[in-house]
């Protein structure tokens, strides 16, 4: 299939074949394999003045960039600034250390971006629904941004998701199906349902796309210089694909001169990204996931080898992190720099730790860390670890 003349551009891992955005629904209409988002440099304006300079609010000021229609559904959503945090970075002896607080997303979680633009894509196709499984702030973030666009959705979410996250859904419009067990079980019941729907899992490319503006926020946020690395707790791994993706563009742009070096941190109990870095193989499903950091125990995930991809071109590295070790990091930058990190946003705290004492950041360097989620919505796994130090 021939690209047409898009910034935008669907590359299929498995085959190489590139599509524009319109020619993909989820997956690559000539083989069926996985899509990964890139962007034409020669299609995007010659200055980051130009590529982001709509009036709109937020990820929304990147319309024309991503060829998407989102400005109707954004609600706001993207336009975080990096928080300089002193005291950590004094700790670690860096030139600069940031922390991206996603929490200020509308529904608490940066899926908000990855929502728009997926939501917004099904919306323009003529989708009377989205579907997807979701371990809970997805199916949140999902409902919210279906009720704007004015159609339904649907998410399957395992029981032990947060009441939280089940409740919002539901008080946005969104229809749930709650399967009994963990996310494995409801990721399985999505995929042998027959329920129609738009897919917005997190497979689909349109996700990526929305986690490809954190990049261009943060970037702009430092007047458009970068950083030395950028460590990002990791799940399904297209947040980090996207991610990847918009700072590639951002340097073939010429907007920038380099692509920072990317880690991927995960819990100890569900590493599979980590432990297929580390073996040199492909991504095997881990068999009996163990950890309570819930947005991140995804044995089998999604975007797996496309991050592993991301990680490598960019010369960055994995990690891993006990649950004491990400809680603990967690509450102390709660008390120490005044920001509300979750615990997800812990384990990159607590990977950054593991990273410098093992050499793989080095002193003087500057680094942004990334927090997906709201603090609040994770207060009550924040609350118990400090209940176990006695407080």
Known sequence: MDAAATPVQFCCVECDSIAPPDDVTHSCPDCGGTVRVTFDSEALPDEPGDFASSSEPGIARYSNSLDVAIAAVAMGAGGTNPIDCPDIEATHDLESLWIVDEGRNPTGSTVDREMATAVGTATVRGANRVVLPSTGHAAQSVAAYASRAGIESLAYVPSRTPFLNKAMANVHGGELSVVEGRYSDAQNAYESSDEAGFPVDPGSPFRQLGAATLAWDVLAGLDWTTPDVIVVPVGHGQRLAGVQAGLTAASDAGYVESV????????????????????????????????????????????????????????????????????????????????????????????????????????????????????????????????????
């Open 260 to 391: 920072p070096r990317l880690y991927a941190v995960q819990p100890e109990g569900c590493a599979p990204i980590v432990e297929a870095w580390h073996s040199e193989t492909s991504i095997d499903s881990v068999a009996v996931p163990d950890t309570v950091l819930g947005p991140l125990e995804i044995p089998e995930p999604a975007l797996g080898s496309v991050a592993l991809s991301a990680i490598r071109e960019s010369g960055g590295g994995v990690a891993t992190v006990s649950d004491d070790a990400a809680l603990a990091a967690a509450v102390d930058a709660n008390a120490s720099a005044g920001i509300e990190c979750s615990a997800t946003g812990g384990v990159a705290l607590a990977g950054l730790d593991k990273l410098v004492e093992r050499g793989s950041i080095a002193q003087g360097e500057s680094v942004l860390l990334i927090d997906p989620l709201a603090a609040a919505g994770e207060s009550d796994i924040l609350r118990s670890h400090l209940m176990s130090r006695g407080v």
